[in-house]
């Protein structure tokens, strides 16, 4: 399989269907089943290293995201400060003295 290999959702709904079908036909043996000692703990161990690497995958973005909307935030009070303010202060001011 590849590397880049993304499923779509019909692929996705099959390996659904067949997982559901083995269980429904080895029901008896799946409730006789008892897991070897520490399983959860390693489960767990599994779980948690995984979604770790999510938090890191994803802080770059949220770095890269904040650093634009301050920067983008930063030219609009720019931008506003030197072309609009003063017009609406020379407005406000003609119509008081008129």
Not at 6 to 23: R, V
Not at 27 to 56: A, M, Q, T, W
Not at 61 to 89: D, E, G, M, N
């Amino acid at each position: 399989m590849e590397k880049d290999y993304k499923p779509d959702s019909e692929d996705i709904d099959k390996f659904y269907d067949n997982l559901f079908q083995y269980i429904k036909d080895h029901r008896e043996e799946l409730d006789k089943y008892i897991p070897e000692p520490k399983h959860e703990e390693k489960f767990l161990e599994k779980l948690n290293r995984s979604i770790k690497k999510v938090i890191v995958s994803i802080v770059p973005h949220i770095i890269r995201a904040s650093i634009i909307t301050i920067v983008v935030w930063i030219v609009t009070f720019i931008v506003w400060r030197i072309f609009l303010y003063p017009v609406s202060i020379i407005t406000i001011l003609k119509s008081l003295f008129n």
